[in-house]
């Protein structure tokens, strides 16, 4: 009872510790961003709104939050000696590191150059200095680099088991500039989870605070001398994935996405483990840890560079590309796509075409419709006053689409100066591809 009454006052005060740190709300403001970039490129694109970058926020604030309690309650068992001074080396790292590209805010890069610096160190007499340098090499020195590295693998586990869970949920259609300024159809899975944690720590690893000296029910894995006493540290950090496919339906990219994450996991906490084993392994668990997420990026180029574009139109109608929320499309069981075959008993090639063939009954919608596996199926749904006046289909780009995808802002500098989220192509007034 005693320790049980120790680890939720030392979890409270963990707790207030979190939330006077800036790096939390500063994941918060990033994720906004984005998340708002995403919303004015839906509306630039097919002027509808698709998703709400308040709602998309909220829960990735409530679910960084559970993944956050299921990572703290892991690392309670692992062991770390993580302080303060080790979060704000990992987050002026990633801050540097998104100056030059936004996707290095993933906390594996900077874990990785940290672990790599620290190394470096060994060899330097710079910890032997009275200066501010030597003040900061101390610091570096202190980090507990390896226990930064099977951090890391444990929030990757985390995000594959989002990414898996949720990651179709966050895509969003787009018109996307193909082969010979061609427009194709694709979508951008973009996902971002803040995700606070908890850490037990020895208070041999702990900077300043409270402590308990009672006795752990348990002893975890790795660490100091446990028996000096122990105490939480609050570590804000950040988890998350962006990919862009023109060859899948978004929850097949999202199940690639997650399988390489959980390779990616399992591997580096590999590769940690060894490090803590021999220290001299140090280096080559860093190179793990940046060269591997790289290959994860380089996966899924590979893997879209292997197959045919799918959300483009054929011999057999209009492709779908993305689904209005709301809409008689939806209620009909319409899906990304599927293909467009005949409305209300006519052949629909044309966007001209499905305008027509939809208003050849006002009250009735009947549809022939191909599915994703090339086999025929019908809806057909009674059309009333107030409803959604139009079917709700987002269709893959023409030659008329006059709006298609920018490429995103590389670097924060980009974001902050919010660069358009789409590009125009062409002359004449933009044509709505929302039917």
């Known amino acids: 009872m005693e320790t049980a009454l120790a680890m939720l006052q030392l979890l409270?005060?963990?707790?207030?510790?979190?939330?006077?740190?800036?790096?939390?709300?500063?994941?918060?403001?990033?994720?906004?961003?984005?998340?708002?970039r995403q919303m004015r490129m839906e509306r630039q694109l097919f002027a509808v709104k698709l998703h709400s970058w308040v709602n998309l926020t909220a829960k990735a604030m409530l679910t960084g939050l559970l993944a956050g309690l299921a990572v703290s309650i892991a690392g309670a068992f692992i062991g770390t000696?993580?302080?303060?001074?080790?979060?704000?080396?990992?987050?002026?790292?990633?801050?540097?590191?998104?100056l030059i590209r936004i996707r290095y805010l993933c906390f594996a890069y900077s874990a990785g150059i940290i672990a790599i610096m620290q190394w470096v160190l060994a060899f330097t007499p710079l910890a032997e200095r009275t200066d501010w340098i030597g003040s900061m090499a101390v610091s570096l020195a202190g980090v507990d680099?390896?226990?930064?590295?099977?951090?890391?693998?444990?929030?990757?586990?985390?995000?594959?088991?989002?990414?898996?869970?949720?990651?179709?949920?966050?895509?969003?259609?787009?018109?996307?500039?193909?082969?010979?300024?061609?427009?194709?159809?694709?979508?951008?899975?973009?996902?971002?989870?803040?995700?606070?944690?908890?850490?037990?720590?020895?208070?041999?690893?702990?900077?300043?605070?409270?402590?308990?000296?009672?006795?752990?029910?348990?002893?975890?894995?790795?660490?100091?001398?446990?028996?000096?006493?122990?105490?939480?540290?609050?570590?804000?950090?950040?988890?998350?994935?962006?990919?862009?496919?023109?060859?899948m339906l978004p929850q097949v990219k999202a199940r690639h996405a997650a399988q390489g994450l959980l390779l990616y996991s399992i591997l580096l906490a590999g590769a940690a483990i060894a490090a803590w084993w021999q220290p001299i392994l140090l280096p080559l668990a860093a190179a793990v840890a940046i060269l591997l997420h790289e290959a994860i990026v380089w996966r899924s180029k590979l893997a879209e560079s292997k197959l045919k574009p799918l959300y483009v139109h054929d011999t057999r109608g209009l492709r779908i590309l993305g689904i209005v929320p709301g809409t008689p499309a939806e209620a009909m069981g319409?899906?990304?796509?599927?293909?467009?075959?005949?409305?209300?008993?006519?052949?629909?090639?044309?966007?001209?075409?499905?305008?027509?063939?939809?208003a050849i009954n006002s009250a009735f919608c009947k549809l022939e419709v191909y599915n994703i596996e090339g086999e025929l199926k019908f809806a057909q749904k009674a059309r009333y006053a107030?409803?959604?006046?139009?079917?709700?289909?987002?269709?893959?780009?023409?030659?008329?689409?006059?709006?298609?995808?920018?490429?995103?802002?590389?670097?924060?500098?980009?974001?902050?100066?919010?660069?358009?989220?789409?590009?125009?192509?062409?002359?004449?007034?933009?044509?709505?591809?929302?039917?």
Do not use: C
Not at 148 to 159: D, K, P, S, T
């Open 386 to 435: 107030g409803e959604h006046h139009q079917l709700g289909v987002i269709l893959a780009p023409d030659e008329q689409a006059n709006y298609y995808a920018a490429s995103g802002p590389a670097s924060l500098v980009g974001l902050l100066r919010g660069m358009r989220a789409a590009n125009r192509r062409g002359k004449g007034e933009p044509r709505d591809s929302n039917l």
């Open 334 to 358: 319409l899906a990304a796509g599927e293909i467009l075959h005949k409305v209300n008993g006519t052949r629909v090639l044309t966007k001209e075409e499905l305008y027509s063939a939809l």
């Open 81 to 98: 000696t993580l302080t303060p001074s080790a979060v704000l080396w990992l987050w002026v790292v990633a801050a540097i590191l998104m």
């Open 12 to 36: 409270a005060e963990s707790v207030l510790q979190l939330l006077i740190q800036p790096f939390y709300y500063i994941a918060v403001l990033f994720i906004i961003l984005q998340y708002s």
């Open 145 to 247: 680099a390896v226990g930064l590295l099977l951090l890391v693998a444990l929030l990757h586990l985390a995000e594959a088991i989002l990414v898996k869970m949720q990651g179709d949920r966050l895509a969003t259609p787009l018109f996307l500039e193909g082969k010979r300024g061609k427009l194709v159809g694709g979508y951008l899975l973009q996902g971002f989870w803040p995700v606070p944690l908890f850490l037990l720590v020895p208070v041999a690893g702990s900077a300043s605070g409270s402590v308990s000296t009672s006795a752990l029910p348990w002893t975890p894995l790795f660490g100091a001398d446990w028996s000096q006493g122990w105490t939480f540290v609050a570590l804000p950090m950040i988890i998350g994935f962006t990919e862009m496919t023109r060859t």
